[in-house]
């Protein structure tokens, strides 16, 4: 699939974070101080989320600009170590729409939904204490470096056509500067189709370009499920290029065991149960139930934007 031909706004798709020193961090509870990383331990790849759980777990920097705190450690245990994401749930800012200091417990729960339909799309996360209290833990996923850009998956882009080219879905017109409007497209990629459902099922109300990380191989995963799982529709997203087409053989079949999967006494349902309200698990069952009714993939319903803003 070759990519479109892009206006200046160009690519969508996630770029490495900047990671700034934890003494240039913003306030939090307690203090930080920072620390070189340790030589000797062995790199880890593609960490349990065991790993992440019973590691120790060391600050060594913050990603600035997001919207609650969100700090760069790594994790040792058993002489191996591994880069990852600590957001404390000290550091999560109230929301008008969701209980608060509840963000980090969504975060898990969607990376529970995400490992139970077998996808692979969201980096191991766990709950777990550290060192500003409780806090979602997960795995740094490292960009590709230069030398495999052609590696790197096209997923979003806005382009000048009206209609989208091959290999490509429509998601809307978006302006792009006074006068100026463009289509946003999202690729026709199977990966990407498998988000679509997921996000779905856990109704995101936060999937931007952004939210999807780049990986090494041409993967890619999906991070930031803090604003999930609400018991009331919130599904805001850029994945709109199948709504209301039928859902592939795959996600029914998928569905279909996770709504077994959600069944009261099998181990799934009883984790959620631990991190999301029972409203908001009843909640959950009721959109697999309707999406294995439909058969189709969802339509924005009208009562709530569709789109996240800003987008990227």
């Keep these: 699939m070759s990519a479109p031909e892009r206006i200046p706004t ?5 770029v490495d974070p900047v990671v700034e020193p934890v003494e240039a961090a913003g306030p939090l509870p307690g203090s930080v101080v920072q620390q070189p990383p340790r030589s000797g331990p062995e790199r880890a790849r593609g960490v349990s989320a065991a790993f992440l759980a019973d590691g120790e777990l060391t600050v060594r920097g913050r990603i600035p600009d997001a919207s609650n705190a969100v700090l760069y450690c790594t994790v040792e245990h058993g002489g191996r170590t591994t880069a990852c ?4 749930v000290a550091g999560e800012r109230p929301l008008w729409d969701f209980p608060d200091g509840t963000l980090a417990q969504r975060e898990v729960a969607a990376y529970e ?10 980096p191991a996360t766990v709950l777990r204490d550290g060192p500003y209290g409780t806090g979602m833990v997960q795995e740094w996923i490292e960009a590709p470096d230069d030398s495999a850009e052609d590696e790197i998956p096209e997923l979003l882009a806005l382009v000048a056509d009206a209609e989208p080219g091959p290999g490509w879905k429509a998601v809307g017109f978006a302006e792009t500067g006074p006068g100026r409007t463009a289509l946003l497209v999202h690729a ?3 990966r990407l189709r498998r ?24 993967r890619f995963f999906a991070i930031d499920h803090g604003v999930t799982f609400h018991a009331e529709d919130k599904l805001r997203t850029l994945l709109w290029g199948w709504a209301g087409e039928p859902l592939t053989d795959e996600a029914l079949e ?17 984790r959620l149960a631990e991190l999301i309200t029972d409203a908001e698990f009843e909640a959950l069952r009721a959109r697999v139930a309707g999406l294995l009714r439909t058969g189709r ?16």
């Design 254 to 270: 998928v569905l279909r065991g996770l709504q077994e999967a959600l069944e009261d006494g099998v181990p799934l349902a009883a």
């Design 188 to 190: 026709d990629d199977p």
């Design 85 to 88: 994401v600590y957001k404390p």
């Design 113 to 122: 939904i995400s490992r139970a339909c077998g996808w692979d799309l969201i």
């Design 10 to 14: 160009g690519r969508l798709s996630a």
């Design 297 to 312: 993939h969802p339509e924005p319903s009208g009562q709530w934007p569709a789109i996240p803003w800003p987008p990227v």
């Design 195 to 218: 988000l679509a459902v997921l996000d779905a099922v856990i109704n995101n109300g936060d999937r931007k370009g952004g939210h999807l990380l780049p990986a090494v191989g041409g």
